[in-house]
C-alpha cells in the first residue's frame, strides 16, 4: 500500500476527479428528474433545474449511506483497490458519459461506474476479487428498476383514470399540473439519494485504499459526504437538455397526469432500491415508467424504436465503460508511479 505521504497529490487530484464525475452525473441525469415536468410544461427549463437541484441536495438528509456502502465495500475485495483502479474506474465512467450525453443516449451513469471498477479491477488482479454478491444484484437492477418503474407507472395511470373518470378533461389537467410538482420533487430526492452515494463510495474505497479512511469506519468523512450532494445538485442545474428531449419527447407523449403516475412510480422504484443499498440506474427507472404510462394508453402510443434504442445503450453501459476502464488502470501505472 502507498504511503500517506506519497499518495496525497494523488488521492487529491482523484477525489477531484471523483466530484466531477459526480457534477457530470447531476448534468447527464438531470433530464430523469426533469424532462417529464418540462416536457409538459408545467415547469420552464430553468427553474425545473432549479427545483430538480433542491431536493437533490435536500436527500441528504433522508437516505441512509447503504448505497455508498455498497459501492464502497461491497463490489470489490477489501486490500485490492489502489490509486490506479480508481483512476481507470472514474476515467471509465466518464468517457461513456460523455459519449452517450453528446448523442442523447439516456444511459446509465451508475452502471458506467460500476463497469468502470470491474475493468479497472479486473485489469489488475483478475474477476476473482470481485464480490459476487454486489456485483449480481447490481446486474439484476438493470432489467428490475425498469421492470418496477414500468410496473408502478401502470398501475398509478390506471389507478389515476379510475378516479378521475368522471372529471373534466380540463379539470384534470389542472389538478395534476399541481401534482406533478410532488411527484417531481419526489423523483429528484430519489435521484440524489441514490446517485451522490455512488460516488461517496468510490472516493470512500479510494481513503481507505490510501490509509485515509480506516476500514473498520462505519461511515466516510462528512465532508465526502456534503461534497458529493452538492457536486450533483450543482450538476443537475446546469442541466443536460439533449437528454432531456428524448425521454419527454421520443418515447411517448405526455400530458402532466402521465407525467405525475410516471415519476411517482419512478420514485417509488428509487425509495426501495436506496432502502435496500442497491445502486440503480436512475434512467433505466424513469424510462420504465415512461413506457409503463404510454402502455397504457396504447401500444402504439410508445415509440418502441426509441425504446429499444435505448436499451442497447444499456446493455453496452458495463462492458464498454469496463474496457475503457482497463485500458485507463494500464495508462495510469506509467503516468502514476
Not at 72 to 101: E, M
Not at 124 to 141: C, D, E, R
Not at 280 to 285: A, L, N, Q, R, Y
Request: hydrophobic letters at 55%.
Amino acid at each position: 500500500m502507498e504511503t500517506v505521504q506519497a499518495a496525497l497529490w494523488v488521492v487529491v487530484m482523484l477525489v477531484v476527479l471523483a466530484l466531477a464525475f459526480d457534477f457530470m452525473n447531476g448534468f447527464h441525469d438531470a433530464a430523469n428528474s426533469i424532462a417529464t415536468v418540462v416536457s409538459t410544461g408545467v415547469l420552464r427549463p430553468t427553474q425545473a433545474v432549479m427545483f430538480a437541484a433542491f431536493f437533490n441536495v435536500v436527500a441528504i438528509f433522508i437516505f441512509h449511506l447503504s448505497v455508498a456502502a455498497t459501492v464502497g465495500k461491497g463490489i470489490v475485495q477489501p486490500g485490492v483497490v489502489d490509486t490506479h483502479v480508481v483512476f481507470g474506474a472514474l476515467l471509465g465512467a466518464i468517457t461513456w458519459n460523455l459519449v452517450t450525453w453528446y448523442y442523447g443516449i439516456p444511459s446509465s451513469s451508475s452502471h458506467a461506474l460500476i463497469g468502470g471498477i470491474v475493468g479497472s479491477v479486473m485489469a489488475k488482479s483478475g474477476a476473482s476479487v470481485l464480490v459476487a454478491g454486489g456485483i449480481i444484484k447490481t446486474v439484476a437492477f438493470i432489467f428490475v428498476s425498469p421492470l418496477l418503474g414500468f410496473l408502478f407507472g401502470s398501475l398509478m395511470m390506471v389507478v389515476v383514470a379510475w378516479i378521475c373518470r368522471r372529471a373534466r378533461p380540463s379539470q384534470v389537467d389542472k389538478w395534476f399540473r399541481r401534482l406533478q410538482l410532488v411527484s417531481a420533487g419526489a423523483y429528484s430526492l430519489g435521484h440524489g439519494g441514490n446517485d451522490a452515494q455512488k460516488t461517496i463510495g468510490i472516493i470512500w474505497m479510494l481513503l481507505i485504499a490510501t490509509g485515509y479512511s480506516a476500514a473498520g469506519d462505519t461511515a466516510p468523512p462528512t465532508w465526502t459526504i456534503v461534497s458529493c450532494y452538492l457536486a450533483i445538485g450543482l450538476g443537475t442545474m446546469f442541466g443536460g437538455w439533449r437528454i432531456v428531449k428524448t425521454m419527454g419527447q421520443k418515447i411517448t407523449k405526455l400530458k402532466p397526469v402521465g407525467g405525475f403516475c410516471a415519476e411517482t412510480g419512478g420514485a417509488l422504484t428509487l425509495f426501495l432500491a436506496t432502502a435496500l443499498g442497491i445502486p440503480v440506474s436512475t434512467t433505466h427507472t424513469i424510462t420504465g415508467a415512461i413506457v409503463g404510462v404510454g402502455s397504457t394508453q396504447r401500444a402504439s402510443a410508445v415509440r418502441w424504436g426509441v425504446a429499444g434504442n435505448i436499451v442497447w445503450a444499456w446493455v453496452l453501459t458495463i462492458p464498454a465503460s469496463a474496457f475503457v476502464a482497463a485500458l485507463a488502470y494500464w495508462l495510469s501505472l506509467s503516468l502514476f508511479k
